[in-house]
């Protein structure tokens, strides 16, 4: 019981963070080449119920990982300036032990069309990353 309300109130707090602003994905620096990602997905069980308070967790070769946690209709929604990179890995686990976890290896192609409109030689694009994940019952 006191497990399943921590990981409630852990939920919550990152949950609150990333509406005002704040992540652990930005992480670009001065003089480095960076690009922007945005990873968005949903999260089911075998059944098509959306998974609440799933974590879903963005693998990046240089810059380490970043979190988020699905709301209740199992949406998530990752978004952050880092080092441009070819793929990364999405691990979603279930925080409350039920399903088995899952992860897939996404290549990464970046939209170009509004680098040169920002005049910053180092930025490299925004790319754009949808995947949806089914858990299954452990």
């Not at 929604?77 to 399903?99: A, C, H, K, N, W």
């Amino acid at each position: 019981m006191k497990a399943r309300l921590l990981t409630g109130i852990n939920a919550l707090i990152a949950f609150l963070l990333g509406v005002l602003g704040f992540s652990s994905c930005n992480r670009s620096m001065y003089g480095v080449p960076h690009a922007e990602l945005e990873a968005t997905g949903k999260v089911t069980n075998e059944l098509n119920e959306p998974v609440n308070s799933a974590r879903v967790t963005l693998r990046h070769k240089y810059d380490g990982d970043c979190d988020t946690y699905t709301d209740e209709d199992g949406i998530y929604s990752l978004r952050g300036e880092m080092f441009p990179v070819d793929s990364v890995q999405i691990v979603v686990s279930d925080t409350s032990g039920v399903y088995e976890a899952d992860s897939v290896r996404l290549k990464v192609d970046y939209d170009r069309s509004d680098a040169k409109q920002r005049g910053d030689s180092w930025y490299r694009g925004t790319g754009y990353l949808y995947q949806d994940f089914t858990l299954k019952k452990k």
